[in-house]
């Protein structure tokens, strides 16, 4: 039987309906699944509840507060069918679905399965996923995947770059129709590492949006002038972080 590994939220399965705070579809109604599991160790990821398993070497930011621990994995995953991930859903009425994680295409055939298993009770699904764009989708999820949000990690994510930019990966995203690209900013250097992604992987600028790095309203405002500007100049899409502003560093909201 099919399951999927869901991230656990206080002892239930993080699938919650809120609305999509930002890239493409910024302010569409969604209901998110947030699958466990990620190929990637972000120093400041903060879905590190998802992959910062206790007895790995993986730094965080966190890793400064005495307080803080690394996660048991078996207690941070829980499993759910098919059928109990769309009794969740269904719940809410929305059709607009976003599976995020963790990297969701580390469970690339549950997910197919999943999405066929959607399609079977009404076809007005849309599905998006949110990827750091890594991995290579099969041909399966290919035709059954309405929207990539690729995300690529900067250098400043602490991943070695031989990790976090796959060429085969950023080249396919490039010219697939489906695929946007999303970019974190918060410095100079990340934006010479965007303008030489984009260029290296001949990414079109009208596929790119951008983001401040912030946790809070504060912090986002202060860097919105300055990449307004920088949007401007570059063709790039700007965008805000709605659930950042409505909601803080909250979780499952
Ligand atoms: S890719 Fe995303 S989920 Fe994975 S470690 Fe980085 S920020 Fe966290």
Known sequence: MTKLKIANLDGRPEIFHSIQGEGKNMGQPSVFIRTSLCNLHCIWCDTDYTWNWEKTRFAHVKDEDPAYKKYQMDKMIISLTLEEIYEEVAKTGCKNIVLTGGEPMMQLQELSALIEFF????????????????????????????????????????NPKKLREKPAAYEYFSTNEKAVFKFVISSENDLTEVLNICTTYKIPNQKVYL???????????????????????????????????????????
């Not at 946790?215 to 972080?241: G, M, S």
């Open 211 to 253: 983001m401040p790095e912030g946790t809070n309203p504060e912090a986002l405002k202060n860097k919105q002038q300055w990449l307004i500007e920088v949007c401007k100049k570059h063709q790039f899409h700007y965008t805000d972080r709605l659930h950042v502003h409505i909601y803080g560093d909250k979780r499952g909201v």
């Open 119 to 158: 399609n079977s009770k009404a076809d007005d699904y849309f599905f998006e996923i949110e990827t750091n764009g890594t991995l290579l989708p099969d041909a399966t999820f290919e035709a059954l995947i309405d929207q990539y949000n690729v995300s690529p990690k900067l250098a400043n994510s602490n």
